[in-house]
């Protein structure tokens, strides 16, 4: 079982920046493949960017390739999403997720409450 708390959502100018992070329980903590996802209002949720348990690899959606970056740190069980340059368009509830399947951007066995992102234009 592993528990995920996310924190730093806000309020954010376009252009800003701002990091999430997301603190899980649990001493497997690097055995999990840790994911960023969204969900804007009237839409379904996407996947934005996820990273290998030992952080040596990274995938990312094209929306947020080259301004948003997966990271982790395993001695302090977080994960974090730093958003460099967001646009209006990033303006969603951002949830962190773990899983251990094959897909990166699907089948997550564990997810956080979410934390929401306003980007002002």
């Known amino acids: 079982q592993v528990q995920l708390v996310e924190s730093g959502g806000g309020l954010v100018q376009a252009g800003g920046s701002l990091r999430l992070s997301c603190a899980a329980s649990?001493?497997?903590?690097?055995?999990?493949?840790m994911g960023w996802f969204r969900q804007a209002p009237g839409k379904e949720r996407e996947f934005v960017a996820a990273?290998?348990?030992?952080?040596?690899?990274?995938l990312y959606a094209d929306s947020v390739k080259g301004r948003f970056t997966i990271s982790r740190d395993n001695a302090k069980n977080t994960v974090y999403l730093q958003m460099n340059s967001p646009k209006p368009e990033d303006t969603a509830v951002y949830y962190c997720?773990?899983?251990?399947?094959?897909?990166?951007?699907?089948?997550?066995?564990?997810w956080g409450q979410g934390t929401q992102v306003t980007v002002s234009s």
């Open positions: 997720a773990a899983g251990q399947t094959a897909s990166w951007t699907s089948r997550y066995a564990y």
């Open positions: 649990g001493r497997t903590f690097s055995s999990y493949r």
């Open positions: 990273i290998r348990g030992s952080g040596g690899s990274t």
